[in-house]
């Protein structure tokens, strides 16, 4: 296959931890070529001036955002916090742009749902039916042909993908789900708050959100695909004192009629066989996040306390990589039919 | 009351975490003077050499554990890994010492249950009995008198705490209770382990012991005792990057007519009200492990997601402190008629 | 001497880290009572809703800060940035309270100097020769008397302190000082920057202000008093992924007739033998910052690489401690007589 | 040119972490196959198993060393602590392997020095002349055609690039230098000793070795090479709660006719234009060790504090890339005429 030119990448929102992510990603995309991101704030400042781990390999200015230059591009990446891609889309679509949007802006289909969470008013909720979830061992054909891909978020893409065979194959109570997780400090983004400082959030464990986090529609809508009926799940998430990954400790009740253990990493494996991105440690395993630091893999263990009925899965991601841009990549060379794994080689630094 | 001396004090197993913790608490005691500190590895060391934190503080050297000397303590602690405290236990009682043990030897009460997750006989099962299980909340009065206090552990101070007036009042299902736990690595002592190395266990998170963890035992019979029978526990415990703290996310489900979320804080908060060390935050609340750093506190919020029937109980201490030492002197105190907080004053750094 | 009532203490500025740690010091401290703590931005807010680890031993709400509810204060404690207390500080003088400055306001004795470092004009110029340093090391008796003591910064503490011996015997060329210093992120104060973010300036670590830093001065002017003239030092300050301490590595080229390392030591124990709160530590030890964490001490120790003539000087503190509040505290118990060391017996946790 | 097959390399020494920072590398490198990697205890376990992050990625077990495996070897890397490649030396070489030492074996050109500082007569001096002291920007040609190159150690490698444009022009005297240097405590090696547990490294700082260090004796001879003459050097370390990384504080006093900074930078911009690796950033700023994390990058700043006659360099490598692991696969690079950084494309984890 001749592959005459390099795609033309545009980002929009580059400063953040997610833009920075997609560059370090990009840079050694063999097929890719970054030819602009935008900042409003940081308009004609150089890239490697902020970010100076590309000092040497990134030759490229922040821009103010502009349709016609984005509308030259072949794709073009959201790194924003919600509620801004969704005031660029209709526009942005209507160049002909395939769009991969690292926000929450189209993760979750019902408008009034994405409402309650997100306290803005949808403002093209018309596009909600088109976006494609971009959860790529979930759907990966729709994203093939997909304009716009609704990027799966961090703690959405541990717990699914520790879940799947579980609610693809009926085989437990779907609810009385419960996902304990963990997520290091740059889930919060660069947004400077008091509680994310390091003199506060160091040497320290807490949870957050406890009462109702933002994830929880996203990621019960994305079980109930699974289950084909809605599910219940308590979510839990907790601030850890390090930089990248997340951990999903995952708990369900097995039907009486489930199979064993054994039976049941088996079918985690082979469901997982095939994805370039999936790792189900062997059975005994306690998956740590710095195993997939920087890294776009998954790796699941699956343990069975005391041989009852209730199973732990447990499922780590980098929150910024397979959690954020790493899955926009992938979601990226789906839909331009490159390799699923291209500028996606990195192997997380080990200690 | 008149109080002429001071308790003499000895402590066998001085150079671990747990024996540092109780020197630095010990030290400020008003009613106490150490007048011994065991280590075979150490003898003739002074402590102030090894934890130059007490240089200034502490004038007195390692000594070779010797129950003549013990013997005219009024009180001994052992911080001693498992498989220690037992082996000198007769004799020592015999003299007429009272004892509270941090480690593991008298916390279950059958022996059998405890040589299968210790792997190890126990050598004195008839002493099981007498022991008292040094949670303070529970057994206040048994404590009084006791003559062998077995200290509740770091995880089943934190679990039962935060389960106590749920199970006492048979509000929950209790055969179906989740304890997600993490805690600072400082729980894995002072063992040189490739896993508890700066290099490996910073930046990272996972879980551990997630098929069986000894404490699993310890706690569902603090937790039947409570519920006044069997009860089933998921407990998963995981490594957090810190040194201190632990964190206890309890998931339970509430029986169809238990009280309302308000009434559970109201409850709570009366089973409390005249515990020193035990504080039921504001609804809404979310304790970190850090609220709690060096000191005897175990801090709690209750929170009901999505107003549904699953519970979550947020309980945070301080492993050696609340989880340890701390306890142990609070277990002194009661068993002395001291004022319960003596020596327990301390306040937790911020940030 | 009678001491029928506790001092009344008043604290402006006390939403930030030395205000908390001015409490925590003073909520044990035997003889005060605080009475008033200011916060434009909290007014009426708990104090121990803002900090958690308060809850139950504090019971105190923030307040605007008034003159004339201060001026009913013994002491008041300037826990603010610089360019406050110089604001407020000739109307509360007049109202007869005695005042310890935690900020840099009035520790450079010549304003024109000032104003170059901090962008301000100084507003009381008149004050500055009225102001006593405060390092009790240095400033003892002028401490006892003075209505307004500027208490010294943290990096000066720990500098000044480890070459305090050496200059003021002229044992070393005061022309070619070095001071290479590091701080933990606390020293940053609460104040919300992307630098101090915890996924910035954690698993990481660079020196900054290498040009120059506003604490040159300050260092200087009293390295200057110790010598009986003026000296010049290099200092070059370096932030450390840890939250609380500082480490100052002090380089200074022996004169030619200096005396031998062992003789240095004994200099240095004599020199420090009645201080309660600085430690020469052995020959051949290494201090670090978690020997000080939490408590008023500084621990030093010397050492002459291969026996060459220039002298390692190591000097830990806690910075929001010794660094600041501690300090603080330190310096109001001598201006008011208290034992020295009242309310700062706090030992190191260690771990 | 034809480069019909990969080049076949041999690791001895697999399970620390400068041989597991090689396989990262080397797995991803596109002129290299790893075809042997030795370990006594972990004969016959898959290495994936023990290191997880290389699941997927290498199919390869440990083997006991054998000179005749590693013989059919083109280049054979010891990841091995000092005083094991020496006793291999002689008989690989004879096999006509070519070899990269990362140990300290062959740093040190002087037997008699070695010898003292390590505590071990050295078994082969006479390879001691022949040993190519593997820094490629002091060295490059000798190391093309070296048979055994010994790679630079970490600090040595971030003081000697600080310095060597200063001391090659002799612009500073060089009797009086001093490198403030500090590390991550992955440079104390994957061994289990108790200082280097997370729970007594993280969250504090001190000073080690101000004695007297293992690596003075190389540095010192690197920058005599430099200087042509012998030079004194004061070097310090420190250690940090960070896993990679090391910063080097070089203060020198510029002699009185030394150019003006601004040309002190042109000539540290002109020295290392045309090295792949070394990065000397723009006036006044201030790099991190996280801007190099898991690369090959030394990345250098200049400042002069005051305009006095002290000059400041900051330099950042991470230890066990530039520091070990890449700086041998660039010599290996050079060694085989392979582009230089073939392989070292990594870029740096932000955050």
Request: aromatic content about 6%; overall charge negative.
């Amino acid at each position: 296959m001749s592959r005459p030119e390099k795609l033309k990448v545009g980002i929009v929102g580059g400063t953040g931890y997610t833009g920075v992510e997609l560059l370090r990603l990009l840079v050694n995309h063999p097929h890719v070529e970054v030819v602009a991101i935008t900042s409003r704030s940081e308009d004609g400042v150089a890239v490697a001036d902020m970010f100076p781990s590309l000092r040497g390999e990134l030759d490229l200015r922040f821009s103010v955002p502009d349709v016609k230059v984005l509308g030259r591009c072949d794709v073009v990446f959201f790194a924003t916090p919600h509620n801004v891609a969704m005031r660029m889309m209709p526009e942005l679509l209507a160049e002909n742009v395939r769009v991969v949007d690292l926000s929450a802006d189209f993760r979750v289909r019902d408008a009034e749902v994405w409402s309650q969470w997100y306290n803005e008013t949808h403002v093209c909720p018309e596009l909600l039916a088109e976006a494609v979830y971009g959860l790529p061992e979930m759907n990966r054909e729709a994203i093939r042909t997909a304009r716009l891909v609704a990027c799966a978020g961090c703690y959405p893409t541990a717990v699914q993908l520790g879940m799947l065979p579980l609610l693809e194959n009926g085989l437990v109570d779907d609810q009385s789900l419960i996902a304990s997780c963990a997520s290091g400090v740059s889930g919060g983004g660069k947004a400077t708050k008091v509680p994310m400082l390091m003199a506060e959030a160091s040497d320290n464990f807490k949870a957050y959100g406890a009462s109702g986090h933002r994830h929880l529609p996203e990621i019960e809508q994305g079980l109930a695909d699974m289950a084909g009926h809605a599910v219940q799940l308590t979510f839990v998430p907790h601030l850890v004192p390090m930089i990248r990954g997340i951990n999903a400790t995952l708990y369900s009740v097995l039907k009486s009629n489930a199979p064993s253990l054994a039976q049941l990493q088996t079918l985690f494996e082979q469901r997982y066989q095939d994805e370039p991105f999936v790792d189900v440690m062997p059975m005994g395993s306690h998956p740590e996040t710095r195993f997939v630091k920087g890294t776009n893999h998954c790796r699941l263990a699956l343990h069975q306390p005391q041989g009852r009925n209730t199973l732990v899965v447990l499922s780590v991601i980098d929150n910024l990589t397979k959690g954020a841009s790493g899955q926009a990549i992938q979601n990226m060379n789906i839909m331009f039919d490159l390799p699923e794994a291209a500028g996606l080689n990195t192997i997380a630094l080990l200690p």
